[in-house]
């Protein structure tokens, strides 16, 4: 049986890949109870007057139930808190408004960059933490304005790159594939930069719930794998699955994940970007 078939709800529109199988818990791939906690979201929503419909599509909607396990009262807390930050944070201000003018000198202190996508379509983000120089990052930015550039970045994720993948393959892309670059990193350093750290990972767990597809972590320390170890026991399946902690020898692994073509060459990948891959913003959404 397909799984459209053995589906409570429809193929999401527009998909012209043949072989697209949603996975559980998405559109074309709801049980019964599924859709009816959908239906049942989206209607409190509207009665409440909290829906907005440009923003809030079942796609997003689902992204909230699987966040909190089709649990619909806590999908609507967590959806409602969701909605409180947008106003004390200045969201739709960030939106219209913010001009990150500092981009080309932070690139060389803390690089953090979309680019290109992986052989599910998911775009690429790449975090350099062990190019952090700390000093250096505060006196061209603030730690403020860092995570106003997050956010900026979030809603361009959703708004702006995850539709133009969608359309380069076919079929719904809703999350991201991270690269998280430990090489030389420093206990000083990434104490230095907790805080927003710490920030940014609430920020993309509790805001933007169910968007990361793959995360590497690569060249981490031995000690970042002893933890790591420590760790894996109290989190759930799903999200273990999703990571990956990789030494040094990360290669064959980004590249079973990431054509070559897609992969900057730093990473043992092919991709030269003219002025260099962090700031070329190379990908369907630019093309």
Known sequence: MSAEAASASAMPEGVTDPNYKPLPGRLGNLSVPQ?????????ELQDEEIFVPERMNDGMLLRFLRARKFDV?????????AEQWRKDFGVDEIVKNFD????EEVDKYYPQYYHKIDKEGRPIYVERLGKLDFKALYAVTTQERQLQRLVYEYEKFLT???????????????TSCTILDLANVSLTNFYR????VMAASSIGQDRYPETMGKFYIINSPWAF?????VVKPWLDEVTVAKIDILG??????LLAQIPAESL???FGGKCECPGGCSLSDAGPWNE
């Open 100 to 103: 990150f003018k500092e981009k």
């Open 35 to 43: 859709q009816h906690a959908l239906d049942k979201f989206r209607k």
């Open 160 to 174: 702006e790159r995850l539709p133009a993948c969608s359309q380069a393959v076919g079929h719904p892309v809703e």
């Open 248 to 253: 040094s020898g990360y290669k064959d692994k």
């Open 264 to 266: 900057p060459k730093e």
């Open 193 to 196: 930069v907790k805080d927003y």
């Open 225 to 229: 794998s002893a933890v790591w170890s």
């Open 73 to 81: 009262p806590k999908a609507k807390e967590m959806l409602k808190s």
